[in-house]
């Protein structure tokens, strides 16, 4: 049925940042290399009318069509699953370059204590500290070993930083490639504030470039432009960092290459032990293709990680009721919430300008950088300020009290359109035996194929900790002095309806035993040896941080891991 | 019903005229793009005076420019009531105009009518299940059929209370029956509150008063000039760092084509 392609070394399932990035390393090393999109191509020519509020951001132009596909969702086992019909709490990309093309750029690390979160939590706090059902393991990898791998990626995509450690989060080989971006005047109001209050506020590091960068692979790119449409958008300039604009034009100058758009992969043939190759559909014509490999990379996001290995029939599925089993397990997310926003009646701000990562964020509620010894919750967030561009549509706050529409509405929301600042929390997400995603039993996809189905819910340790970091958040607004603050400590159930964070981590994790994960430190599967499945799946909690330079630093990881596998097989230690 | 615009004069009197007896098909205009946008008939030559702001230019030259005043989708009482309803919304003020002037009715109307209005993009196969809240309100009928259901519900809904159509009754008796709707007391059909046809409702004014003007709201960039938005610029970098505000003449998307 399927037109059996010619075998290669190395196929990748998506063309995002990691899938990107792996093409890049081997190829240049003169390994043969096909890419598959189930998008279309795109780069910065196609972004000529980028600044198209309506399109991008309230439309999703650039996001998955979910016409097609999509997830399903329940809060818990006791309910069915109902599909995401349309987009709301997170944003799944599409087409060359994936959620590398409409992110913002914040590139943080995690913080040493995450990847031996269980060993550090247990040596501080004592084993009971560790609630019943909370699934937090090590990630069978030290930051100081991945350290080098955070270095390279942060020089390919140039990420602007202050030139000064911050004292509370990983320690770095090297300063940033390029300088911190501008100081705005309330990036200076809240570094006051949180100076004053004796934190530690630093420069978000920044992948839309603070200035023109020539990377080690020889690609210059130019400053960003404060333009103020970076998230949902793609970058015209190709200030902001994207795997388009950074490693793909390596792959394809190296002439080891081969990018195949409008090609949705449907299965990873396998035998249990080893996968053969994978079959895609050409979207175009509906024509099946097989294509044969020696090592097959899954780079896709994470719930098409997860279902692609689950449909596929390759490692073993997890079991919610035993806890045994990995493929699915240990799903998280990012727990938002507490956010203080303050409006001044004596000052504005040219809000409208400004770029993704363009803030500053304190870590001392991060990790265990603070002590948890009389708190009910693990683990913190961090909280920052952020000058991302207030679009119109979007950004229409009102101080509490106001309604939502009529003429008292209209004047409070132009009077603080360029007034209302806010500083807010992002929480990490820790892992629970009864958090995972699986197949949904109903709802298929337009191939057949089932939806992952995600099971989730917040728990009390995230509600305790949004009401703990809800409180420094407010701290903070209300040292920056302003007419009157809103904010909310509360967190309710996770609702799939309002826009929350494009941060899904988990299903595919990481480990040093393969009782308890899917992937070694390079990414290599346990149970299937020529297979690497590669991005925040591998994530075994999500953190107080964006997830991108982490992913970043997992790829180079994985590609070394390949290379090596490409001249020794076996697992690779 | 007043009468027929006729083909002719465009002096203060004929504007103030057109202005409050509303036009062809009757109702309180309410300052907007639509009243004076329906003749009743084919223009000719002369144009229809436009109650809408045009700071500069001959009448002539701002019909030119608003071809894309034409209901794709709605018939003439949806196109009314929507604006009507848009107004209370968005009302006119002393910061500027409203929902109505900004062309936001068109601008809904032309967003039912594309490929947003027919769900092209979401997951459309069943089967279709009341789930928890936290699930989302998914509903089996299209956007644009939630949107003219619950202008339906609007005007059934000010014909029982006050014997006249949504548009005639006053601003009072508007906002008291969106206020119904936004609390969910009012059904637009079985199973559907006024809720979730509200919620979208007021999403897609806030849409039509902010879209750069190429999707038929926004006129002119007045809901940006408002707020002081500036729009569609290349480049903030010699204003990031400023501790003064800084205004300046907003740019739509149009303007990446006239020069």
Redesign the interface.
Known sequence: MATKMPKVPVVIVGMGWVGGIIAAELSKQGTKVVGLERGKPRGTADY??V????RYA???DLMQ???K??VT???TDK????????Y?SFLLGEGLGGASVHWNGQTLRFLPYDFEIHSKTVERYGKQKIPEGMTIQDWGITYDTLEPYFDKFEKLAGISGDSETNPLIGKRSAPFPTKPM????ILKLFEDATKKLGYHPYMMPSANLSEQYTNPDGITRA?C????YCERFGCEYGAKADVIVTALPVAQKSGNFELRSYSNVIQVLNDGKKASGVVYVNTVTGEQFEQPADVVIMASYVFNNIKLLLTSKLGKPYDPATGKGVIGKNYCYQTNGGTASGFFDDK???L???AGSLGMEIPDFNGDNFDHSNLNFLHGAGIRISQTGQR??AT?SVPKGTP????DF??K??KY??SVISVSPQGSSLPWRHHYVDLDP???DAYGLPLPRITFDFEEQDRQLIKFVAGKAAEIMKEMNPTTIGSSDQLG?????PYQSTHNTGGVIMGADPSTSAVNSYLQMWDAENVFVVGASAFAHNSGYNPTGTVGALAYRAAEGISKYLKSGGMIV | MADKPSQQSLDPSRRRFLKYTGTAIGGVVVGGVIGSAMSGGFKKNTAVPSTSPTPSGTPQEHLASDYNQAPMFFNQQQLQITEAAAERIFPKDDNGPGAAELGVAFYIDHQLASPWGVNARTYRMGPFVKGEVTQGDYLSIERHELITMGLNSLEETAKSKHSKGFVDITPEEKDAILTSMEKGEISVVNGITGKTFFNQFRTLVMEGVYSDPLYGGNKNMAGWKMRKYPGNQMSYITIIEKDQFVAMEPRSLHDHFVH
């Open positions: 000529y009318m600044h198209d509020e309506l309230s439309r999703y069509d979910l016409s596909e999509t969702f329940r809060n309910v069915a699953a109902v599909p995401m019909r349309e709301g501008v100081k705005t005047p400053a432009q404060y333009c103020g504005t701000f040219n409208y300008a400004g119109p549509i229409n939502s529409w009529g003429k209209k004047a929301s132009l359109a360029n109903t709802y298929k159930p996770y609702n799939i309806v």
